[in-house]
């Protein structure tokens, strides 16, 4: 059974920080390519960052380049995503996902909402 749990989510002023976190059971976070996704209401959800599998290159969306930082802990088998210069538009819930690539399945966490606001 697969198991992913996002935490690390509250509220936070503009220009403050959070580090979001996810934790997996049941699949390697080094072994499947893993991401951070967002959905604000009433809105798709949106892509945030994505580390491949067995390397260490990160990806970014455009509107979180230079202010987020997504990281993998294999020895955890967490990924965690640190969030600066936080801003109101950032405010959504944010979904930690797990990609097999060779059958392409996706694994979903619960979310956790993260709210920008002073």
């Known amino acids: 059974q697969v198991q992913v749990v996002e935490s690390g989510g509250g509220l936070v002023q503009p220009g403050g920080s959070l580090r979001l976190s996810c934790e997996v059971s049941?699949?390697?976070?080094?072994?499947?390519?893993m991401g951070w996704f967002r959905q604000a209401p009433g809105q798709e959800r949106e892509f945030v960052a994505a580390i491949p599998r067995n390397v260490d290159t990160t990806y970014y969306g455009d509107s979180v380049k230079g202010r987020f930082t997504m990281s993998r802990d294999n020895a955890k088998n967490a990924v965690y995503l640190r969030m600066n210069n936080l801003r109101p538009e950032d405010t959504a819930v944010y979904y930690c996902n797990v990609h097999e690539v060779w059958v392409s399945i996706d694994y979903w966490g619960q979310g956790t909402q993260v709210t920008v606001s002073s």
């Open positions: 049941g699949r390697s976070v080094s072994s499947n390519a």
